[in-house]
């Protein structure tokens, strides 16, 4: 628990899209980081993905790209799994949905489980190189699934009174 409350303010740079005048979106921005680049994206969105690069130079950036976004989506599962305390912060001042109305528990079962070892998959993935660590694999599949189980936890409590979805939230352009 924080030890300042969140204000109304901070209510909105929580839950809400980034305006100009409202820079901060902490959940809709890790969802899109999350979901960056993956099929389910252009399933939801209706679109199509980017043309298959060429020219070396193309390649190599597209590459870069790629990683970038691999790296960006561990840490925002990551991020997302200590938000809704399946593995809480061990951060002094860390927010997390339990500061927010209509925060709910994430109910404990085979969903609870699954993402905590996300959880080490991605704290093992970010923090040290690792070889035949035996974690749970990171692939496409495993970032769709942590992000439809956080979001459908977060849609059900602290969003369930708000109007709109967090995934609503994260897919609205700025």
Same mark, same amino acid.
């Given at each position: 628990?924080?030890?300042?409350?969140?204000?109304?303010?901070?209510?909105?740079? !929580?839950?809400? /899209?980034?305006? %100009?005048?409202?820079?901060?979106?902490?959940? %809709? +921005?890790?969802?899109?980081?999350? !979901?960056?680049?993956?099929?389910?994206?252009?399933?939801?969105?209706?679109?199509?993905?980017? *043309?298959? %690069?060429?020219? *070396?130079?193309?390649?190599?950036? /597209?590459?870069?790209?790629?990683?970038?976004? !691999?790296?960006?989506?561990?840490?925002?599962?990551?991020? =997302?799994?200590?938000?809704?305390?399946?593995?809480?912060?061990?951060? %002094?001042?860390?927010?997390?949905?339990?500061?927010?109305?209509?925060?709910?528990?994430? *109910?404990?079962?085979?969903?609870?489980?699954?993402?905590?070892?996300? !959880?080490?998959?991605?704290?093992?993935?970010?923090? +040290?190189?690792? +070889?035949?660590?035996?974690?749970? *694999?990171?692939?496409?599949?495993?970032?769709?699934?942590? /992000?439809?189980?956080?979001?459908?936890?977060?849609?059900?409590?602290?969003?369930?009174?708000?109007?709109?979805?967090?995934?609503?939230?994260? =897919?609205?352009?700025?």
């Amino acid at each position: 628990m924080l030890a300042t409350p969140l204000t109304a303010q901070d209510f909105q740079d !929580w839950l809400y /899209r980034s305006t %100009p005048t409202k820079p901060a979106s902490h959940l %809709p +921005h890790r969802i899109r980081v999350l !979901w960056a680049n993956l099929a389910s994206l252009d399933q939801r969105l209706h679109s199509v993905p980017e *043309p298959t %690069p060429t020219t *070396p130079e193309q390649i190599t950036r /597209r590459r870069c790209e790629t990683d970038a976004i !691999w790296e960006g989506r561990i840490s925002a599962l990551r991020w =997302l799994i200590e938000f809704v305390r399946i593995k809480p912060s061990t951060w %002094p001042d860390s927010c997390s949905a339990e500061d927010f109305a209509d925060f709910a528990a994430f *109910p404990s079962g085979s969903d609870a489980v699954y993402l905590a070892d996300l !959880w080490t998959s991605c704290t093992k993935a970010t923090s +040290h190189s690792t +070889h035949n660590s035996g974690h749970t *694999p990171l692939d496409n599949a495993a970032f769709d699934q942590g /992000r439809e189980l956080i979001c459908a936890h977060l849609n059900a409590t602290i969003y369930k009174n708000t109007g709109t979805s967090v995934e609503e939230e994260a =897919l609205l352009p700025s």
